[in-house]
């Protein structure tokens, strides 16, 4: 099993920037990806971003520009940088991570990011 523990939500004003974390413990050997998905209520949960452990990534669409991932796998920890935040980003973001083998799911517990209108 992985545990994912997120961090570094919060409510900020149009424009402005938030830096999630999350650290990845337990059966950490052969993480593959690692990356954040989002949900708004209403909506289904959504790919905002992923990166390998070989450092590819891939964003959405809506984020590309603006939102940055990064990976420190010797501390089995991903980062989300995220700038120029609109309304539209207002969502609970998740940790994610996925095992090479099996590719088994993880997820964290979510953090809530409020950009309000």
């Known amino acids: 099993q992985v545990q994912l523990v997120e961090s570094g939500g919060g409510l900020v004003q149009p424009g402005g920037s938030l830096r999630l974390s999350c650290a990845a413990s337990g059966s950490i050997s052969s993480i593959y990806t690692m990356g954040w998905y989002r949900q708004a209520p209403g909506k289904q949960r959504e790919l905002v971003a992923a990166?390998?452990?070989?450092?590819?990534?891939n964003y959405a669409d809506s984020v590309k520009g603006r939102f940055t991932i990064s990976r420190d796998n010797a501390k089995n920890t991903v980062f989300l940088q995220m700038n120029s935040l609109k309304p539209e980003d207002t969502a609970v973001y998740y940790c994610h991570c996925r095992k090479q083998g099996d590719w088994s799911n993880y997820w964290g517990q979510g953090t809530q990011v409020t950009v309000p209108s």
């Open positions: 990166i390998t452990s070989g450092g590819s990534t």
